[in-house]
């Protein structure tokens, strides 16, 4: 009698592990019985770990690339910070527009391409970004993705500099001084007219 109820035991215990998912016996050991096998189910097709939200904000997405970009140890984190600045670009992070400006003119992460640099550039650079303003400026004054234009290069760079950026004082002077005073003269009159979109 003791060996027969010993055997319904064990045969009941095997059954009870059969149909018990292995993972509801791993991790703390307990086990929560008021599951049903549908929720069961579900929380086996479930990923353990959910990645973070995607930001929607344009700046966000521009802050969570940039961390990509800064800690990047392999393509594929340019690759993530490239798709998040496109992204924010094209909702009109200026922040985002000039850093795809600087991503595609030093050849970081992507192949280099000067004229989608400038594109960048001129799309920050028209509504107030002095980085992307400087750097377009260099890049009219170097004929760099750009025709070669060295009264738009000190458009830019005098925008720039009225904008607060300061290296772009260095450069206005060197070129001011290779131009003629009519180039100054035609160069200001533009830097002061409001540019579309600032």
């Known amino acids: ?8 035991f064990a045969a009941l215990l095997v059954c009870l592990i059969a149909i018990t998912p292995v993972r509801a016996w791993a991790g703390s050991g307990d086990i929560n019985w008021s599951q049903s096998a549908e929720e069961l189910m579900q929380a086996e097709q479930s990923p353990a770990k959910k990645a973070p939200p995607e930001p929607t904000s344009p700046h966000k997405l ?3 690339g940039l961390d990509h970009y800064q800690n990047a140890s392999t393509q594929k984190d340019y690759d993530k910070a490239l798709k998040l600045w496109l992204k924010a670009a094209k909702m009109g992070d200026l922040d985002a527009q000039s850093s795809l400006g600087y991503l595609y003119h030093t050849g970081k992460g992507v192949t280099r391409n000067e004229r989608t640099a400038a594109m ?3 799309k920050a ?4 970004a002095a980085d992307a303003q400087s750097n377009l400026g260099v890049m009219y004054y170097k004929g760099t993705g750009v025709p070669q ?9 005098m925008r720039a500099k009225r904008n607060g950026f300061k290296r772009a004082e260095g450069m206005l002077n060197y070129i001011e001084g290779a131009s003629s005073s009519d180039e100054i003269a035609r160069a200001q009159k533009i830097a ?3 540019p579309k979109g600032q």
């Open 1 to 8: 009698m003791f060996i027969s109820s010993l055997v319904r």
């Open 62 to 64: 521009f802050l969570r």
């Open 120 to 122: 960048w550039y001129h």
């Open 125 to 128: 650079a028209q509504h107030g």
């Open 149 to 157: 234009n060295n009264v738009r290069a000190m458009v830019w760079l």
């Open 192 to 194: 002061t007219a409001q």
